[in-house]
C-alpha cells in the first residue's frame, strides 16, 4: 500500500502557499502511474495576511480536508504540536512578512518574525529527524542591480530589512545543511509572481496596501483605487519605465514539485554541501508600460494611470538570470505575460467585484 509524504506548508494559505498546495495535489508531476495523492499536505498559517476563507476553498478544489493549524511560527510551543503529531517528509516554507516599507518602518518585526520563526522551525527539524526544507526566498537579496545576478554569493545585496531577513535566513539554512550530513535545503529566489490560479478561485488580495503592479491593477479595477501611478517615464528603457521579470504563480507553484521529486531522488550531484540555490523567473524582461498595456489588451478593458516621479529605490531593469535551474532540472514557466494578465482579471471578476 502507498503511503503518501507529508508535507508542511507554512503560510499555505497565503498568496504562493495556497497555489502550491493545489499543485502538490496535481498528479501530473508524479510518475508514469500518476500515484494518487503521493503527497498529503498539512498547513500552517496565523492568518495575519490572510483569509482563513481560502482553507474550504482549498479542501474543494482537492477533493479532501487539509489538517490546519491556525499559530505563528514565533510560537514554538505550538508549532512543535504539529510535528509531534505528524510525520513530516519535508516543509516548504512560505510564512513571514514581506512588506518592504513595513520592513523599513518596523524592521524588528521582520527580524522576529521571519528569523527567528524561521530558526523555530529548523530546530524542530533537526529534533524531529525532518530533513527536507525548501525555503521561500526572494531575488530582493540581491539589492537593485541593472544587471542579470545568477547565484554567485559575491552578487547578494540586499537594501532593506525585509531582503535583509530573507539573506540571513539562506545563511542560516546552508550552515545547518553543512553542519548537518542528513539535512537538505533548496532555496528559491523568485522574481515577481503575478496572477491567480486559472479557475478564477484563488489569487492576490493582499490585506495591506499594495505597491506591486498586479494587484494595484487589481484594485484600480475593483474601485478601491480612483488613478494608479507608474513611477518614472524617463528611465534609458525602449519606453522610459523600468523593466522586470513577471512570472505566473503557478508556474512559481509548480517549481516547488519538480524541487521536491529532486529531494527524493537524492541528487547527491545537485546537493553541493546538502544545498541548492536557484533563481526563479522566466528570463524575460517587460516594462511597466508594457505590462499596462498587455493587461488593456487582454481584457478588453482601460486601465486610469498617470506618470509620477521616479520611485526611491526602484532599479531600472531587474532581471536575474534563471538559467540554472532550467538547466538543471528541466523546470521552466510556461504561461506567457498575456495569460498572467487574463489569469489576474479572471479572479478580479469573480472574487473582488468589477467596477463599471
Not at 527580524?111 to 520563526?117: A, H, I, P, Q, R
Not at 525585509?162 to 540571513?168: A, E, M, V
Not at 509572481?193 to 475593483?222: C, M, W, Y
Not at 507608474?230 to 512570472?247: H, L, Q, V
Amino acid at each position: 500500500m502507498f503511503n503518501p509524504k507529508i508535507i508542511l506548508v507554512t503560510g499555505g494559505l497565503g498568496y504562493i502557499g495556497s497555489h502550491t498546495v493545489i499543485e502538490l495535489y496535481n498528479r501530473d508531476y508524479f510518475d508514469e502511474n500518476k500515484i494518487k495523492n503521493k503527497y498529503k499536505v498539512i498547513i500552517v498559517d496565523d492568518c495575519s495576511t490572510c483569509s482563513k476563507d481560502i482553507l474550504p476553498i482549498l479542501e474543494k478544489m482537492i477533493g479532501e480536508k487539509i489538517p490546519f493549524y491556525e499559530c505563528s511560527i514565533c510560537d514554538k510551543i505550538a508549532l512543535e504540536e504539529v510535528f509531534k503529531n505528524h510525520q513530516i517528509y519535508a516543509i516548504i516554507h512560505f510564512a513571514g512578512k514581506k512588506s518592504v516599507e513595513e520592513s523599513v518602518v518596523d524592521p524588528l518585526k521582520y527580524y522576529e518574525n521571519n528569523f527567528v520563526g524561521t530558526l523555530n522551525l529548523i530546530e524542530l527539524c533537526l529534533k524531529y529527524n525532518v530533513n527536507n526544507f525548501i525555503f521561500s526566498s526572494s531575488c530582493t537579496v540581491y539589492g537593485n542591480r541593472d544587471d542579470s545576478p545568477n547565484e554567485n554569493e559575491k552578487m547578494l545585496f540586499p537594501i532593506n530589512p525585509y531582503g535583509r531577513t530573507k539573506l540571513f535566513i539562506e545563511y542560516m539554512l546552508k550552515d545547518t545543511a553543512k553542519a548537518n550530513k542528513n539535512f537538505r535545503t533548496a532555496l528559491l529566489r523568485y522574481c515577481n509572481p503575478v496572477a491567480s490560479h486559472p479557475s478564477g478561485e484563488i489569487g492576490e488580495d493582499p490585506f495591506q496596501k499594495p505597491t506591486n503592479l498586479f494587484p494595484v491593477i487589481q484594485n484600480l479595477i475593483r474601485g478601491t483605487l480612483k488613478e494608479m501611478t507608474i513611477f518614472g517615464k524617463d528611465y534609458p528603457t525602449k519606453d522610459g519605465t523600468c523593466i522586470r521579470d513577471y512570472i505566473h504563480v503557478s508556474d512559481i507553484a509548480q517549481g516547488h514539485i519538480i524541487v521536491l521529486n529532486v529531494f527524493e531522488k537524492e541528487n547527491e550531484k545537485l546537493f553541493n554541501e546538502n544545498y541548492v540555490i536557484y533563481n526563479m523567473g522566466t528570463n524575460k524582461g517587460y516594462s511597466v508600460k508594457e505590462v499596462v498595456e498587455t493587461y488593456e489588451k487582454a481584457n478588453n478593458i482601460k486601465l486610469n494611470y498617470k506618470y509620477g516621479e521616479r520611485r526611491k529605490g526602484d532599479a531600472i531593469i531587474a532581471l536575474p538570470d534563471c538559467s540554472k535551474i532550467y538547466k538543471d532540472l528541466g523546470w521552466k514557466p510556461k504561461i506567457g505575460l498575456k495569460e498572467m494578465c487574463k489569469d489576474s482579471f479572471n479572479y478580479v471578476k469573480k472574487h473582488l467585484k468589477v467596477i463599471n
